[in-house]
């Protein structure tokens, strides 16, 4: 393994951490909280609108009034809904049910409650704010921590008093000496914070902290400096940066004056172009070369709250916030281009700041008011472009993660099924609570947008008589994720069937299978079929007259068209499924029985006088070269089927030695990677037409 590879994997370990997985999911629900209120905010601070004017008849002062309770209603609760959104995520990892969940979201409401002061002049509706996001993080991720490992006591859960009790009773009572504990725990915090440091909150510390650095440091470049780089790694942990360093900006960098360089405009006006990080950069890069992405799409809804410098859809959406991979670029861009910019200042180049900006005034407008000069736009252009360079790597590197993480998640959800496969449960993904279920459930509605959007496609893998001559192919369905890649077939029936989207995905799996044999009969004017796989729960629908459609539409033969029924799918004995088939068998379609082996379903099967071929399970061809048993059960089946009248199909061929094994066996049909791998339709007919033309002698 190289070194990248070995960076790349240990990233991903570090980003992949429960404590951080927890968080990032949190600030991604947090989404439609922060776009409104951001939304409202953009809309507040629009320069260039005086909602005090009576020119609408206090119109605007009735709309101001409105954005300003949408505003206070969600960004003035901000620590509080994430305080909840965090407690519920840690609920969904570790597959707690809704009724454990809930006292988990009471627990720590009660933790956080208790540091706030309520009750005391420390207290301050702002604590529920913006501003408290990190103690809302902390108190969250302490308080599930201590309370799911507490519950685990004997002694703590008062078990021997809640017996016979009903549950949500019992789940309550149980919680009584763990929150009791939790809530404790945070109180002791709050006072250990009052006795030692004197202040009322980890955010207030924070800032007493920041004061007295700047009180060491007497160079304005420096100190400036260090303002940026404190503001935007207090951002990176989770806290309000801006508002924890606003007694230093008002204090120290308040005023615009002629013989200093750095001032609170000066950074809003060539810092935190788009909002802290200079996330405009960011939001150019995705909409440049990202846009087909899930970030290109998230970069769209950012667009005009960027233009206003509110990034809060950005930090929160890729996440940036706490991602050990977007937090370098996030505190070194400012850094870089405040070094830059004060340059260019300093030396004369760019001239100084005659005004002061609103810091909501957008990029190119506020370089122009604020200098009075088109240098300071061309100055704000050389900074984003520069901070784009330093971000774009990051944002490339992040991308590449998080497929990663994808790739690795999609893993397990297929073991899972594979798993369920081999012992034969019925998969329970759609109902489940944890990032599993979470994840099943928007593969489901992906794929809704699949079939709704033409996405699926099918593949063909030839299949081979002795004499070489291919005789037809099997459709296989294909699904190719934006995110997570191709998708494990059987993973897409499962979807579809626990959805109730099974007749929508078939009818496109035969309109699809139809159309390539009518496109296959204008090239090829000899004998062939191409079949395609259901499922036993497809005939509870009315699948009949979808094949029928089909052939009418595109005016094709039912014999060319084959139908496969894995033997794993129990197949109804119910008049209706019975009649299903006879029809489709009298209609001149030939059934296939999949996977065949000499199970108890496989021999009803054949009893049934539905089916006309049978194909080999793959772990009987597998191993029939050195394997007298595979042989013997080989020898039976094909043996069974001549009396039958029922021809046999080897699957999962690899080599010559299976083939002549399987011929000497009476096996005469073929179909595996020694003849060919699944292909396109067009490389499909190629071979079709090839095979064919060479055994003619043309």
Known sequence: MNLKQKALDLTYKIENNFFLTVVRRSLTMMIPFVLVGGFACAFINLPFIDYGSELFDGALGTLHSILLFIYNGTFGLFSLALLIVITVSYCIEKNESPDKAAMYVIVALGAYGAQLNIGTSGFNFESLGVKSSFSAIFIALLSCFL???????????????????????????????????????????????????????????????????????????????????????????????????EPIAQSIFSDVAADTVFSKSFFD????????????????????????????????????????????????????????????????????????????????????????????????????????????????????????????????????????????????????????EREGEPPQFLSRVDSLGMMTRVLFD??????????????????????????????????????????????IIYL?????????????????????????????????????????????????????????????????????????????????????????KAKGHTLLIDDFGMGHTSLLYLQSGFFGVVKLD?????????????????????ALGNKLGIKVIAEFVENQEEVEVLHSLGCSWYQGYLYSKPVSFEQFVSYLCRTNEELSGI
Not at 157 to 170: E, N, Q, R
Not at 227 to 243: A, D, K, Q, V
């Open 269 to 420: 006006t060539y810092i935190v172009m788009g909002g802290c990080g200079t996330t405009i950069c960011v939001l150019l890069l995705l909409l440049l070369f990202f846009r087909k992405t899930r970030l290109g799409n998230l970069s769209k809804i950012a667009f005009f709250p960027v233009v206003f410098n509110l990034n809060e859809v950005l930090t929160f959406g890729i996440p940036i916030v706490l991602n050990p991979v977007m937090v370098i670029p996030f505190i070194s861009t400012p850094v870089v281009l405040y070094c830059i910019a004060y340059a260019a200042t300093a030396s004369g180049l760019i001239p100084g700041l005659i005004t002061t900006v609103p810091w909501s005034t957008p990029i190119l407008v506020s370089g122009y008011i604020a200098t009075g000069s088109v240098r300071g736009v061309l100055l704000q252009l050389f900074l984003v472009a520069t901070g784009m360079a330093v971000y774009y790597p990051f944002i490339r590197l992040n991308k590449r993660i998080q497929e990663l993480s994808a790739h690795k998640k999609l893993d397990t959800l297929v073991e899972a099924l594979k798993i369920c």
């Open 496 to 584: 579809a069937k626990a959805g109730g989207m099974l007749s929508q995905l078939e009818e496109k799996i035969i309109d699809m299978v139809a159309q390539s044999i009518a496109q296959t009969e204008k090239v090829f004017a000899g004998d062939f079929k191409i079949s395609f796989n259901i499922t036993g729960k497809s005939l509870f629908w009315d699948i009949e007259s979808c094949i029928d459609n089909a052939l009418k539409k595109y005016k094709i033969p039912a014999e060319r068209m084959w139908i496969e029924i894995t033997e794993q799918d129990v197949i109804s004995k119910s008049d209706e499924v019975v009649g299903t088939l006879k029809r489709l």
């Open 147 to 245: 309370y799911e490992r507490l519950k685990r006591i004997t002694a703590f859960s008062l078990k021997k008093y809640v017996s016979g009790m009903d549950v949500m009773c019992a789940n309550s009572i149980s919680s009584l000496l763990p929150m009791t504990f939790v809530v404790g725990v945070a109180v002791l915090i709050n006072l250990l914070l009052h006795s030692f440091f004197g202040v009322k909150s980890v955010h207030e510390l924070f800032s007493n902290l920041s004061c007295a650095l700047f009180a060491h440091v007497h160079n304005r470049f420096f100190s400036g400096l260090l303002y940026t780089f404190l503001l935007h790694f207090f951002w990176s942990l989770g806290f309000h940066g801006s508002n924890l360093m």
């Open 618 to 638: 793959g772990s009987l061809v597998k191993n029939i070269v050195h394997n007298e048993t595979n042989r013997n059960i080989v020898d039976s089946i094909v």
């Open 446 to 491: 992906d794929l809704k947008d699949a079939i709704k959007q033409n996405a699926l496609f099918m593949v063909y893998q030839p299949q081979v008589n002795s004499d070489g001559r291919c005789v037809g192919a099997e459709a296989l369905l294909r699904w190719n994720h934006s995110l997570y890649g191709s998708i494990y077939p059987p993973l």
